[in-house]
Each structure stands twice: as structure tokens, then as C-alpha cells.
């Protein structure tokens, strides 16, 4: 099993950043899309930013309401998947989520693509 865990988390006042790490235990397909989602009460769990890890790999794909601010990334060791998050919002206010899908898939962002997830890092946003 893939196991993930977040980090990093926690309160800041808007314009802030905070970095979030999500830990990768393995990589059994040698090709996966690791992928930061957010959740907030009462909302649906939607996409932030996803990187593919394989051959050919290194892409990203951010949701709209996050690109020129955030970046995913992937650590030197490759067992670490990074989300700096910069002029940070209330509505990101949100619990995020790694999360990890085998090989190819056809939506990055739909939670449903993925098959492991983290047990989530809170992010407060104040304004």
C-alpha cells in the first residue's frame, strides 16, 4: 500500500505562505500522479495542484484559482511532494490532502482518479 502524509499546515494572515510536504512511502507503478486537493465544511473536495512522477515526468497542473500562486514540487530524495503556497486567501482556508494514483489517468484533478490519500493538514487563512 501507498501511505502519505502531510505536514505543514497551519495559520496564517492573508498575503502569508505556508509550505505543505506530503511524505511518499513508495512508488509501486514507477509512474504515478501525486496530487494536493482541499476541502472546506460544507464544499466538495476539489483539485489544488497535481505533479506527475515517471518517465517523461515532472509536469504540473494547477487549478485556476491557485495558479501564480502556489507551486507543486518534487523533493531531491523523490520521496516528497511539496506545495508552496504564497499570498495565501481566506477561501483557502481549507483541509488539504495528498493524495496518489498508479499510471495513467485521464483527469488529475478529479478526487475520484485517486486511490491513496493522506489524512489531510488544516490550512486557516484570517483575514
Known amino acids: 500500500q501507498v501511505q502519505l502524509v502531510e505536514s505543514g499546515g497551519g495559520s496564517v494572515q492573508a498575503g502569508g505562505s505556508l509550505r505543505l510536504s506530503c511524505a511518499v512511502s513508495?512508488?509501486?507503478?514507477?509512474?504515478?500522479?501525486i496530487g494536493w486537493f482541499r476541502q472546506a465544511p460544507g464544499k466538495e473536495r476539489e483539485g489544488v495542484a497535481t505533479?506527475?512522477?515517471?518517465?517523461?515526468?515532472?509536469?504540473?497542473i494547477y487549478a485556476d484559482s491557485v495558479k501564480g500562486r502556489f507551486t507543486i514540487s518534487q523533493g531531491n530524495a523523490g520521496n516528497t511532494v511539496y506545495l508552496q503556497m504564497n499570498s495565501l486567501k481566506p477561501e483557502d482556508t481549507a483541509m488539504y490532502y495528498c493524495a496518489a494514483a498508479g499510471g495513467w489517468i485521464r483527469t488529475p484533478g478529479l478526487p475520484n482518479e485517486y486511490t491513496y490519500w493522506g489524512q489531510g493538514t488544516q490550512v486557516t487563512v484570517s483575514s
Open positions: 513508495r512508488y509501486p507503478e514507477g509512474r504515478m500522479y
Open positions: 505533479i506527475y512522477i515517471g518517465i517523461g515526468g515532472g509536469s504540473t
